[in-house]
């Protein structure tokens, strides 16, 4: 087995349940970072969403162990942080926002001196480097001084440094700064393949919704530090399906039938939204096409984005503050 399978082969070790926090906080003087998080995260590829400021890093900050709550409890493979921090960092990769480089070395000393802070023996560190840049695709520019490097080519520096000590977890944060469209293209399928080949749990934390639903199986979503949903994305989008309706007939028969079935049916501009969860709506739209003697002159389905869903989960909370 190679080093870059061998992930693969541990991925059925790490619990279920990743990560678990219980009533977090985290309070700077009178600023309130993190306001009560209780959420439980699989072993899975899980994006962190939110915008600026909501509380993103600071969660990460207290995964990693390099700061403590206020108050709460948090688990990463079902470790105490505050308690266990270096059992828990041991088993972490993290590949920062802000640059983190030394400009003045090359590609691979600094990926190979990363794996030696780690506790990787010298001659498994410049193994583990070379696998590494090569995964992330600056084979031919080991030898490079990172100085010389473009903003893509520093953030999979940053990557390869983050997977060089074989961790069972990577945190990304906003991996995709700075990056061109092809880099942005590249640097997310090297995340996704990250997760799927190599049995690395990943969790990314980015402000740009369509990075977390291209990589993502699972979303944390956070608000002014507040956690306000979270939940498998397939699940969360699935759960706001809407089919679009044009008929020639007598509509209020045919809303009426499909009311009798329990399907909720707007009308607008001569059009008939119908929200759904499951393919039997279709049955139903035959049936009461059927019973109203109504002509189906178009039929379109949807599914809401992740956009439309976070859009209206942080409506939602923001109301809920406003009547609190």
Do not use: W
Request: proline share 3%; charged share 25%; glycine share 8%.
């Amino acid at each position: 087995m190679t080093a870059l399978d061998v992930k693969q082969a541990h991925k059925a070790t790490i619990n279920e349940t990743l990560i678990e926090s219980t009533g977090l906080s985290k309070h700077y003087g009178k600023t309130v970072a993190l306001d009560g998080v209780t959420v439980t995260l699989p072993n899975a590829a899980i994006g962190l969403l939110g915008p600026n400021g909501a509380g993103k890093s600071t969660f990460l900050k207290l995964m990693l162990g390099l700061s403590y709550p206020t108050s709460g409890d948090l688990h990463v493979f079902g470790r105490n942080v505050t308690h266990d921090p270096l059992e828990v960092r041991r088993r972490i990769g993290y590949m920062p926002e802000s640059d983190c480089l030394a400009m003045d070395t090359t590609a691979f000393d600094f990926v190979r001196h990363m794996a030696e802070v780690s506790g990787l023996p010298t001659t498994d560190a410049r193994l583990r480097a070379a696998d590494m840049l090569y995964l992330c695709g600056l084979d031919e520019e080991r030898y490079r001084m990172i100085r010389e490097f473009s903003t893509g080519m520093k953030q999979r520096v940053k990557l390869a440094q983050a997977l060089v000590h074989d961790p069972d977890l990577v945190f990304l944060d906003e991996p995709t700064n700075g990056l061109d469209p092809s880099g942005h293209d590249e640097m997310l399928n090297l995340i996704r393949r990250i997760n799927d080949e190599l049995g690395i749990a990943v969790v990314l934390s980015s402000h740009v919704l369509e990075d977390i639903e291209r990589v993502c199986d699972y979303v944390m979503m956070i608000d002014s530090g507040r956690l306000i949903g979270s939940g498998y994305l397939k699940d969360l989008m699935d759960s706001k399906q809407e089919i679009t309706l044009e008929i020639d007939g007598d509509a209020p028969a045919f809303i009426r039938s499909l009311e009798s079935r329990n399907f909720v049916v707007e009308s607008k501009d001569e059009l008939l939204q119908i929200a759904y969860s499951d393919d039997d709506v279709f049955d139903a739209i035959r049936d009461a096409a059927v019973d109203s003697g109504a002509a189906i002159r178009s039929l379109a389905a949807r599914r809401t984005s992740l956009e439309e869903f976070y859009i209206g989960v942080v409506e939602r909370s923001q109301a809920d503050r406003t009547s609190g």
